[in-house]
């Protein structure tokens, strides 16, 4: 099996469009998030990532500049390709591309993925939130903890 891992801005097309049927799988037909809310208007804005598997796109990320700090967004790895390790090397990959950085690294997890995040040095700060009618907690990278 040949696993890559790719960057990219909106302007590559191919893996943009690669990147939102992705998103659309788990998001919005799996999780039932509006297409709305998925599709922000941000990705113009961010850095996007994509894993293949043998070719075939089979994850995806991106992250943004915000007035806050740097925020880690849209992860999501195709059902059938889950259990592999994926969300950990865009993970990776993200912090390696973004660090060292002075600015707040923070990202909105969703309930089920806190410890996931915890243990790639991510912190829980403040109260359970409603997201696209799912609970999640916003996490900072623990080196901005003071």
């Known amino acids: 099996m040949k696993i890559e891992l790719k960057s990219f801005k909106v302007d590559n097309e191919l893996f943009y ?11 919005v037909d799996e999780q039932k ?17 994509l ?14 500049s915000t007035k806050e700090g740097i925020k880690l967004e849209r992860f999501a790895v195709l059902q059938g390709c889950r259990g592999r390790g994926y969300g950990q090397l865009l993970l990776q ?14 990202l909105h997890a969703q309930s089920t993925a806190v410890s996931f995040y915890c243990r790639f040095g991510f912190d829980i700060i ?14 900072i990278y623990k080196r901005n903890i003071a």
């Open 51 to 64: 894993i293949f598997e043998d070719g075939i796109p089979s994850a995806t990320a991106r992250w943004r």
């Open 17 to 27: 469009s690669q990147a939102m049927d992705i998103r659309t799988v788990v998001f």
């Open 126 to 139: 403040g109260k359970m939130f409603l997201e696209a009618d799912i609970q999640h907690f916003m996490m």
């Open 33 to 49: 998030v509006d297409e709305f809310l998925e599709f922000d208007g941000y990705d113009k804005y961010s850095t996007h990532y």
């Open 93 to 106: 990959q993200v912090l390696k591309d973004i660090l060292p950085t002075p600015k707040l690294v923070y």
